[in-house]
């Protein structure tokens, strides 16, 4: 009896690994976080967005190695933003996150992530 129960656990658990493995792929290409909030790029769609967790001013910032770029930017109330952007089918982008507001004296930025733009 404790066999099975240890290989319905172990099942269990990689079955759940492997769906929040393809969900969290799915949703995202590149993902970046600086503890205050989280955003990433999705290839599909071309799309960018941004969560934060506390009452500041969050903006996942991006270029692309053919030379557009921009920010997609989320302040209080709201909690979270997807910006659409149309992005060309190859070549690379890199992001980072940062956020803003009382207490921090300066921005907290995250590190860049450089990943390629696929549809």
């Known amino acids: 009896m404790m066999r099975n129960v240890s290989r ?21 290409d590149a ?36 030379g557009r770029s921009g920010s997609c930017s989320v302040t209080v109330p709201a909690v979270s933003k997807t910006c659409n952007y149309d992005m060309r ?8 996150i940062c956020t803003t507001g009382p207490e921090l004296g300066s921005d907290e930025c995250s590190v860049a992530v450089t990943d390629r733009i696929n549809s």
């Open 8 to 28: 319905f656990t172990v099942a269990a658990v990689g079955a759940v690994a492997t769906v929040l493995w393809f969900a969290t792929s799915a949703q995202a």
């Open 31 to 66: 993902v970046v976080s600086n503890g205050y909030a989280t955003g990433g790029f999705i290839g599909y769609g071309d799309k960018i967005w941004v969560e934060h967790y506390e009452g500041r001013t969050s903006s996942v910032e991006w270029y692309t190695d053919y």
């Open 89 to 96: 089918e190859t070549g690379t982008i890199t992001l980072w």
